[in-house]
């Protein structure tokens, strides 16, 4: 079936401008997790979704990050005001619920960002 | 503060030649650990799960094991396609977000 879809995969914007990512999780995973990857490093863990509730922030970096999935389904992570340092690779990962399987994660292909 | 660190940072080994990649790693309380490989360009895509220590997980020419310390992912008798960075991630007992390594960057040569 269908995996963790992204888009767009590629994004470049100008300092101080909005963006706003995509992530359309598994048919039928109703966890969402988004996670920022440096070249050469392992994701890092920025926020979770059970459903449509956002259950774990811990990892945003600052509040020009927020995110939302308001039907439980599809996810937006929006960065205001970006600047150069918020260039990375940002991955969306879904799973299924708690006690309906393992807790592995599995993750999309990425949108990278670049921020000029 | 959950840390995870894995080594060697890279690895090149011949074709059918064996070798073992390690993931020490320091957690609260272990959920569970994880293996994912992720090939350039692409996502990491997963592998095995270890729920406790003197857990093992096979699948085809790797084979994860765990104790409470640490873990590895020995890889009998590679091929080149075999080539990839190969991930381990930690998660927490109450927590989702999963805790990961730098990765070891593995090249069989044929």
């Known amino acids: 079936g269908a995996g963790v879809s992204q888009s767009p995969r590629y994004k470049v914007t100008k300092r101080g401008q909005d963006v706003a990512l995509r992530c359309d999780p598994i048919?039928?995973?109703?966890?969402l997790y988004w996670y920022r990857q440096a070249l050469g490093q392992g994701p890092e863990f920025l926020t979770y979704f059970n459903y449509e509730a956002q259950q774990d922030k811990s990892g945003l970096p600052n509040d020009r990050f927020s995110a939302e999935r308001p039907e439980g389904s599809i996810s937006t992570l929006t960065i205001q005001r970006t600047e150069q340092r918020d260039s990375a690779m940002y991955r969306c990962?879904?799973?299924?619920?708690w006690g309906q399987g393992g807790y592995e994660q599995y993750f999309g292909p990425g949108t990278r960002l670049t921020v000029t | 503060e959950d840390q995870v660190t894995q080594s060697p940072e890279a690895l090149r080994l011949q074709e059918g030649e064996s070798s073992s990649l390690n993931c020490s790693y320091t957690v609260s309380g272990l959920r569970g650990l994880f293996w994912y490989r992720q090939d350039p360009g692409k996502g990491p895509e997963f592998l095995f799960t270890l729920y406790s220590a003197g857990e093992e997980k096979e699948k085809e020419r790797l084979k994860a094991t765990l104790t409470k310390k640490e873990s590895f992912l020995h890889i009998t008798a590679p091929k080149p396609e075999d080539s990839a960075t190969y991930l381990c991630a930690v998660q927490a007992t109450g927590r989702r977000a999963l805790t990961f390594g730098s990765g070891t960057r593995l090249q069989v040569q044929p």
């Open positions: 048919s039928g995973h109703v966890s």
């Open positions: 990962a879904s799973s299924v619920a």
